[in-house]
């Protein structure tokens, strides 16, 4: 796992090159954004903290999960597909994911992503790496205990069709199985911020907060 620092650094060098790009007057589709992976178990607590780095950050948060939701729910030919998979915490073939993804990166303008719950396996990542010719920045994952996780699904009260412990149990096996992996994967390559997801939300993103506060800074004040 590449030093907090050295990252840091490396986050700025990158900021730098997109600041000098914008002036001169490259436009937003031109710079390539700066994309981080947010990734974890059931339970947690991505989208909770993406939320908090969105609202802190300037980060625009894309949930791969709402956008399969979304899509389920709309009359789309994949609707059914979706839920079923879903429904049994399974994963949705890639190039449906990775085209919602790359959708919503053009609409968003921005160009600092969190893809939150995305990749959750090689293949996933192996297809958006493929696609978009990117790879993520920086990836954070939120370590936390398996009863963790399931107390907070289980409480959770959005009315989700997979937020049952029938289903908790068999995305569990899903995330150690496929989506350990690609946590590994990117580790390897020093790019994973691991944080401990356990505390209260205020205190987990106090550990969140240094990785884009000097991002911030620099996006601040061009330097
Ligand atoms: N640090 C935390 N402590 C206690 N509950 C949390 C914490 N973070 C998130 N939660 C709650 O746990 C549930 C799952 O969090 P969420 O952010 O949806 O996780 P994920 O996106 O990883 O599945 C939500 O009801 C959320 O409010
Ligand atoms: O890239 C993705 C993201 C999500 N899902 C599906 O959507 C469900 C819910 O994902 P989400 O990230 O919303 O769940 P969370 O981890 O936040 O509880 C997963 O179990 C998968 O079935 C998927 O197939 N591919
Ligand atoms: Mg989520």
């Known amino acids: 796992m590449m030093q907090t620092h ?3 650094m490396f986050v700025e060098l990158f900021v730098t090159e997109v600041m000098k790009l914008a002036e001169k007057g490259a436009s937003s589709s031109q710079i390539i954004p700066f994309i981080t ?3 974890g178990g059931p339970g947690s607590g991505k989208g909770t903290q993406c939320a908090k780095i ?9 949930s791969a999960g709402d956008l399969l939701r979304k899509e389920m729910s709309s009359d789309s030919v994949n609707g059914a597909m979706i839920r079923d998979a879903i429904k049994e915490g399974k994963i949705v073939p890639s190039k449906v ?3 919602l993804l790359c959708e919503a990166i053009e609409l968003s303008k921005n160009h600092k992503i969190l893809i939150d719950g995305f990749p959750r396996s090689d293949e996933n990542r192996i297809s958006f790496e493929r696609i978009t010719g ?5 990836v954070i994952f939120f370590d936390c205990p398996e009863e963790e996780m399931v107390k907070r699904v289980l409480s959770r009260n959005q009315g989700r069709i997979d937020d049952n412990i029938e289903t908790v149990k068999k995305r569990l096996k899903v995330f150690s199985k496929l989506n350990l992996p690609v946590v590994n994967y990117y580790s390897g390559r ?8 356990v505390g209260t939300i205020e ?7 240094p990785l884009f506060a000097s991002l911030s800074r620099s996006l601040q004040d061009g330097s």
């Open 6 to 8: 050295s990252r840091l």
């Open 37 to 39: 992976f947010v990734l």
């Open 54 to 62: 969105a609202d802190t950050f300037g980060f625009a948060h894309l």
């Open 97 to 99: 994911t990775v085209s």
């Open 134 to 138: 990117r790879e993520p920045d920086m």
């Open 190 to 197: 020093g790019k994973v911020h691991k944080i401990n997801g």
């Open 203 to 209: 205190e987990v993103f106090e550990k969140v907060r």
